[in-house]
């Protein structure tokens, strides 16, 4: 199974920036989708966004407009450009896909008020 590392967290005030990435162990350019998630203290795990092998983004809809999610199948690798953070986006972030590959640690995104 494909194992992924998450890296790019960190603490950031309100209405910062950070750019978190996610590399795949293996090809990605046959997964159906690469996906990021996020589970925040006390919260079930959520899917944040996703992009298709076609290009179709989804975002949820307490990130659009400020989360931006893009590939680089060279790199294997896959991004999350966050802006305009808020105290809510504080959440362990994961990356997976479709075909799921093995959970990561994670990487620790903390935004301060």
């Known amino acids: 199974q494909v194992q992924v590392v998450e890296s790019g967290g960190g603490v950031v005030q309100a209405g910062g920036s950070l750019r978190l990435s996610c590399i795949y162990s293996s090809s990605i350019i046959n997964f159906n989708t690469l996906d990021w998630y996020r589970q925040a203290p006390g919260k079930q795990r959520e899917l944040v966004a996703y992009i298709a092998r076609s290009g179709y983004t989804h975002y949820a809809d307490s990130v659009k407009g400020r989360f931006i999610i893009a590939g680089d199948n060279d790199k294997r690798t896959m991004y999350l450009q966050m802006s305009s953070l808020k105290p809510e986006d504080t959440a362990v972030y994961y990356c997976?896909?479709?075909?799921?590959?093995?959970w990561g640690q994670g990487t620790q995104v903390t935004v301060s008020s």
């Open positions: 997976n896909g479709d075909p799921e590959t093995n």
